[in-house]
T-cell receptor
Framework: AQTVTQSQPEMSVQEAETVTLSCTYD???????LFWYKQPPSRQMILVIR??????QNATENRFSVNFQKAAKSFSLKISDSQLGDAAMYFCAYTGNQFYFGTGTSLTVIP | DVKVTQSSRYLVKRTGEKVFLECVQD?????MFWYRQDPGLGLRLIYF???????EKGDIPEGYSVSREKKERFSLILESASTNQTSMYLCASSLPRQGGRTEAFFGQGTRLTVV
């Protein structure tokens, strides 16, 4: 069975600094996608970034980038130049035939 | 933009009541999902559907049922609400995996309180 593990329930970062959120997953599939979702206090889940497993190049979206290590089954999210609006719950997710989510990391941004 | 709409943001129901949570998506997605979100447990899949009138159990289906009579609408039913079903419920939709974009699009969530 596929599992997604986020080992950091809470993280904090100073405004303008960089923070990395960790995620590992377990699967026997070779073709899959990985995602990071953000859930602010409004509760609306927002897609932050997506990575196709067959692509070796790490995905980047403005200040957000991932470090995808397929052999290690690791998929971390790096947020650069952190802003107050980045404060939210972040979920790592995997999809093969279904979507599987981690337990989330609550990110606090300190002014 | 894809829009997934859940019928209520907040709902308070009494123990034993039959509860309907409605979800509608406007992008002709084949896949629809119902998740339950609890602190420290992340999102847990209750039921999902790959097509009209199709349903598959997720990880925690006990106490719930679903209905998908039309492609755009996926309903979650609590047959007899209990206090341990107090939670946040999230609906999502997506294209099939072979359909290109595969991310899930979410509704705004329904916070259900059973008293």
């Amino acid at each position: 069975a596929q599992t997604v593990t986020q080992s950091q329930p809470e993280m904090s970062v100073q405004e303008a600094e960089t923070v990395t959120l960790s995620c590992t997953y377990d699967t026997s599939e070779s073709d899959y996608y990985l995602f990071w979702y953000k859930q602010p206090p409004s509760r609306q889940m927002i897609l932050v970034i997506r990575q196709e497993a067959y692509k070796q190049q790490n995905a980047t979206e403005n200040r957000f980038s991932v470090n995808f290590q397929k052999a290690a089954k690791s998929f971390s999210l790096k947020i650069s130049d952190s802003q107050l609006g980045d404060a939210a719950m972040y979920f790592c997710a995997y999809t093969g035939n279904q979507f599987y989510f981690g337990t989330g990391t609550s990110l606090t941004v300190i002014p | 933009d894809v829009k997934v709409t859940q019928s209520s943001r907040y709902l308070v129901k009494r123990t034993g009541e039959k509860v309907f949570l409605e979800c509608v998506q406007d992008m002709d997605h084949e896949n629809m999902f119902w998740y339950r979100q609890d602190p420290g447990l992340g999102l847990r899949l209750i039921y999902f559907s790959y097509d009209v009138k199709m349903k598959e159990k997720g990880d925690i289906p006990e106490g719930y049922s679903v209905s998908r009579e039309k492609k755009e609408r996926f309903s979650l039913i609590l047959e007899s609400a209990s206090t341990n079903q107090t939670s946040m419920y999230l609906c999502a939709s997506s294209l099939p995996r072979q359909g290109g974009r595969t991310e899930a699009f979410f509704g705004q969530g329904t916070r259900l309180t059973v008293v």
